[in-house]
């Protein structure tokens, strides 16, 4: 990441709105949102696959369900923050499991990206049906965008669902299971 061209660029657009980026309040901005970015784009640097290599052999051939995995992300249209919460649910293949802590790891790998809902929902149940082979992935995400809050339609509490179902779990039936559980 290059820090120092963020700076630049942000010193450009403090002018650009009419401030003096040398006040005294503003002179630290542009190397203080150089981390920021720095920090909140720093899945662009993670594999989130590396999750799924480790796996447990296991007698679980019933579902996993992970719920209330909370996240922030940028929206890629605006660069605001999504903050919300995902549920991910799989059915291991063979009892073969990950570590409870590998989905939430997931989640933030994709999610530490200029990002869509639509897409992260569909990253995660992706690489959790490509690289553990389950049986069934679902995944929901439920969040606000901050885009929809504090400019356009400014429609605060507003909250974005998402699915994305994998394997058995593109059946109706087996979906409903997930959203009993999760209460949705």
């Not at 052999?57 to 249209?77: M, R, Y």
């Not at 995400?141 to 994305?164: L, N």
Request: one cysteine or more; proline letters at 4%.
């Amino acid at each position: 990441m290059d820090k120092e061209r963020i700076a630049r660029a942000v010193r450009e657009i403090l002018l650009a709105v009419g401030e003096d980026p040398d006040r005294e309040g503003l002179q630290e901005t542009p190397e203080r949102v150089a981390k920021m970015y720095a920090e909140v784009f720093d899945g662009l640097n993670r594999d989130p696959k590396v999750h799924t290599e480790k796996t447990f052999a296991e007698s679980a051939s019933e579902f996993v369900l992970v719920k209330d995995i909370p996240f922030n992300s940028t929206c890629e249209h605006h660069l605001l923050p999504v903050i919300g919460q995902a549920h991910v649910a799989y059915i291991p293949n063979g009892g073969q499991v990950i570590g409870l802590s590998k989905l939430a790891r997931v989640v933030e790998d994709y999610a530490l990206r200029p990002q869509l809902q639509e897409r992260l929902t569909n990253q995660v149940a992706d690489v959790l049906a490509e690289e553990l082979g389950a049986l069934g992935v679902f995944v929901v995400i439920e969040a606000e965008h901050m885009c929809m809050t504090i400019r356009g339609i400014k429609k605060p509490g507003s909250k974005t669902v998402t699915f994305a179902s994998r394997g058995i779990y593109q059946d109706q039936a087996k979906r409903q299971e997930v959203l009993n559980m999760i209460q949705l």
